[in-house]
């Protein structure tokens, strides 16, 4: 079983803050994806990582994928209530034929005004 | 991008009956569908694989006979929650993945909650 430990668990902090999510495993993923999920409403992706090393922006998040394709960070810089929601770090494994996620336990971001 | 639904959206129920979800997907074929449970303030429980035209396949510690998975189409599958109970209470997410170039894409429906009194 491919395990993702994702942290911190919780976060709460100021507007105006930097932040960053780790997800951390042992195994290799050919693909890494964030989401952000607002509460009663399904996933919604952020970004895909899919080559070791690779750095995505999206606005004010930064997405970075490991060299050896094990781990994956979000930083997300002077976060707004907005950002507000559960982040969830989610990878394919390699060789999957049939697109099955892992996921991580999740990060629940609270940012305040 | 592709879409997926989800019904109903929400569904009270009383503890011994049957529940079932719908979850299609709107614009591709899906032969593959995942159901996740999911509690409060947690990440997404993968559940089982939705396969079509076959078996279902259940993660460990999911009862099959509990948790019904139907896959009759390329855009439908169904979860039925038989003989309901509250701790079965929860917020049910599906998922269908479509291969996009070397990665998949893996579009969620919106979620059903399900109560249970």
């Known amino acids: 079983t491919q395990l993702l430990e994702q942290s911190p668990q919780f976060l709460s902090i100021q507007e105006g803050e ?51 394709r094990k781990d994956s960070s979000l930083h997300i810089t002077a976060a707004q209530p907005g950002d507000t929601g559960l982040y969830l770090c989610a990878g394919y494994a390699g060789g999957t034929s049939y697109g099955k996620l892992t996921f991580g336990q999740g990060t629940i971001l609270t940012v305040h005004p | 991008g592709a879409v997926v639904s989800q019904h109903p959206s929400w569904v ?35 559940m089982a694989t ?20 139907n896959h009759a189409s390329l855009t439908l599958s169904t979860l039925t929650v038989t003989s309901a109970h509250p701790e079965d209470s929860s917020f049910y997410i599906c998922s269908a993945p479509e291969l996009s170039g070397l990665a998949y894409e893996q579009y969620f429906g919106p979620g059903t909650r399900l109560t249970v009194t």
Do not use: H
Request: charged fraction near 25%.
């Open chain 2, 12 to 46: 009270i129920c009383k503890s011994g009956t049957s529940v079932k979800i719908e979850c299609r997907s709107l614009d591709f074929q899906a032969t593959t569908m995942f159901w996740y449970r999911q509690f409060p303030k947690k990440s997404l429980m993968l």
């Open chain 1, 18 to 68: 930097n932040l960053t999510v780790y997800c951390n495993s042992s195994s290799v993923f050919s693909s890494l994806q964030w989401y952000r999920q607002e509460p009663g409403e399904g996933p919604v992706l952020l970004v895909t990582v899919v080559t070791g090393g690779e750095v995505k922006k999206l606005k004010r998040l930064t997405f970075q994928f490991g060299d050896a």
């Open chain 2, 50 to 69: 939705s396969n079509e035209g076959s078996k279902a396949t259940y993660e460990q510690g999911v009862e099959k006979d509990k948790f019904l998975i």
